[in-house]
């Protein structure tokens, strides 16, 4: 179960990326985005959340790893040491990294960036998110401060 799981967040957030990233930012695709993508890694995340939390599935937990829990750094190694635990960690990440890749896509759109100059951005929220995120808040006060310096001059 775990592995297919793992499987289909995988493609699914690949393909909302791919959307986000490569097709025309038309209300459907940012709503592809926001509704198939998000929302379904969050549905995905939640459900798996509450199924584990009630034991309604079995984490396949790894022996020697532990009780699971979220207070200590010990506990949260052995959820991770668990199929559950590792599909759902990933999906909140994937659910979080495209939501911030989206939001960021829309302000950079806004602001007027190219899709050229958001595409390395993109990239860097898709594959190590507060990188991409932490690029674009650098980027994005930069040319606020550049277009508050010109009107100032006009």
């Not at 584990?52 to 190694?77: H, K, M, N, T």
């Amino acid at each position: 179960m775990w592995h297919g799981l793992f499987a289909f967040t995988n493609l699914w957030a690949m393909l909302a990326w791919v959307l986000l990233v490569f097709f025309p930012r038309k209300p459907l695709t940012y709503s592809a985005c926001l509704y198939l993508g998000v929302a379904l890694l969050c549905v995905t995340y939640t459900v798996c959340f509450a199924l584990l939390l009630s034991g309604s599935v079995d984490p396949g937990v790894q022996p020697g790893s532990g009780s699971a829990s979220f207070s200590s750094i010990e506990g949260v190694r052995a959820l991770f040491m668990t199929d559950a635990g590792v599909v759902i960690g990933w999906t909140h990440y994937l659910a979080f990294d495209l939501f911030t890749g989206l939001w960021i896509s829309r302000d950079a759109d806004a602001k007027g960036f190219s899709r050229f100059a958001q595409a390395p951005v993109l990239l860097a929220t898709f594959m190590a998110g507060p990188v991409g995120l932490l690029t674009w808040l650098v980027l994005r006060e930069r040319a606020a401060r550049r277009q508050a310096r010109a009107q100032k001059a006009a």
